[in-house]
């Protein structure tokens, strides 16, 4: 693409695809998750939705009106001939949305990740094909201990995928992830300089040290080298209920971002957040009893969203526990509104507010960040 340096994410399940392009967003690069786009081009009023009522019929829309994903996957996952007229209506659309998210990016590096990469058009977008790789027992923990299959269960759904030695052949980097963190951090840093144009001399940073006058907040993004301060932070502040080391902050930073509040140079604040299939969820916010409480959630959520936007998110869901939920002047002056998941009309906006209320968090806030949402047609 004209301006832009694409490279291609694929791998085999449990392979930590998803974590190396979280990292590789940490770095820079404008991502996207093609799997996750497939899901949203059938959604009601989609372009998709229609064609695959016509391919496969009504039986599959539930009493909300959307495509019942379950009912889909059983029928195509059972039925080669099945997916392939699925991925034939699929495909188009994923291949034109990534290409509008991939034009309208402002960062000069794009990220493509997608099971099949490989075998469909996504493949012509890129300038560089990265594949993870796991041992196949690391592959197997990993899914017995992340979706709580059991052993031959993840064995199996292993084997059912095409092998990981023919997309190893093809691959320009190869990240070989074994289950460190750190090592895996390193070697996705190390490619990112040698393949990413211009990478290798960002990457030398300049000390630039900015005075904030005495008893101002400031706000920055968080870094592994940061993982420490916020372990200590997040412990303390959770009175123990959220015990962090070093190394399970560094673990998180393959799913979400820090954003993180100092006062007189010391942290007394953080939001730890993530926008996945288009969608921002701020899950963690803990700050000092002392600080004031108002301006500090200002700034953070409004530091989320100049992020998130980067990020072209179309909505920010903020879940906040209830000392902060009671704020309700605040989230109404920044443009939030207390919402429950079935009231957000948007399937990949209640997927996301679902998952996230099923892992116990408490109060919802809403705000639309686009009108022009992707796939609302194309």
């Not at 699929?90 to 291949?95: F, T």
């Amino acid at each position: 693409m004209p301006g832009k340096f694409v490279i291609g994410l694929t791998g085999n399940i449990a392979t930590g695809k998803s974590v190396v392009r979280r990292m590789l967003e940490h770095l820079g690069a404008y991502t996207i998750d093609a799997d996750a786009l497939s899901h949203r081009t059938y959604a009601k009023g989609a372009p998709g939705y229609q064609q695959v009522i016509d391919k496969f019929g009504k039986w599959l829309v539930n009493k909300d009106g959307e495509i019942d994903r379950k009912k889909l996957g059983n029928l195509v996952f059972s039925d080669p001939e099945a997916m392939k007229q699925l991925e034939a209506i699929v495909h188009p659309l994923v291949r034109q949305a990534a290409e509008i998210l991939s034009k309208r990016a402002t960062q000069p590096v794009v990220v493509i990740e997608a099971i099949k990469l490989l075998e469909g058009e996504l493949r012509k977008m890129c300038d560089s094909i990265w594949v993870t790789n796991a041992p196949e027992e690391v592959q197997v923990e990993r899914l017995i201990r992340k979706r709580g299959m059991n052993r031959e269960q993840a064995s199996e759904r292993i084997h059912m995928q095409s092998a990981q030695s023919a997309k190893v052949a093809v691959a320009n980097i190869v990240i070989t992830n074994t289950g460190s963190y750190d090592d895996l951090w390193k070697q996705v840093s190390e490619a990112w300089k040698e393949i990413v144009p211009g990478a290798a001399e960002a990457a030398v940073e300049t000390a630039v040290i900015k005075k904030t006058p005495t008893g101002e907040f400031s706000v920055k993004r968080g870094k592994p080298k940061h993982s420490t301060s916020i372990a200590e932070l997040v412990t303390r502040l959770s009175k123990g209920k959220r015990k962090m080391t070093a190394s399970d902050v560094m673990e998180s930073f393959g799913d979400k971002a820090y954003m993180l509040l100092e006062q007189d140079g010391q942290l007394v604040g953080l939001a730890g957040w993530q926008v996945e299939n288009l969608v921002t969820r701020t899950t963690d916010i803990f700050l000092e009893e002392h600080v004031d409480a108002k301006k500090a959630l200002e700034m953070l959520i409004k530091e989320v969203e100049i992020a998130s936007s980067e990020l072209q998110s179309e909505a920010s869901l903020i879940f906040a526990m209830s000392e902060i939920s009671t704020q309700e002047e605040l989230w109404k002056r920044l443009g939030y509104e207390r919402r429950t998941p079935e009231t957000l009309g948007v399937q990949a906006w209640q997927d996301a507010a679902i998952e996230s209320t099923q892992a116990g968090s408490s109060a919802l806030f809403f705000k639309q960040l686009r009108q022009d949402r992707v796939l609302r047609p194309i």
